[in-house]
């Protein structure tokens, strides 16, 4: 082959082989855009979903509370009613008490 021949060829080989490496930087840079696209997407997703589980986790916990509140609030109000009721069957007793009282002491200064 001629000289002039080989270098022509070599040129047009060194143009393809330049035009290969450019597609293949073009087509990573572009597979790199959509990974980093869809890594932003799983991301998202996935904070949306943590967010959602963390106010599930927040109103369950919410409820919980307040059924033990009421829970609370029935006990001290039975404790309150056994104390009252406690207190209405002594009432006779301290008056009776008060008055024996009342009369020794009113005896003592006679």
Known sequence: MPRPEVLTEI????????EIVAEAEADREERIAEAR???DEIRAAAEQEAEA????????AREEIEARREELLEEGRQARDELVEEARDRID???????DNFEEAVNAQT
């Open 37 to 39: 696209s869809e890594a």
């Open 53 to 60: 589980h963390a106010t599930e986790q927040l109103e369950a």
């Open 11 to 18: 040129k047009a080989a060194e143009a393809a082989a330049e």
């Open 93 to 99: 007793e301290a008056v009776s008490r008060t008055v």
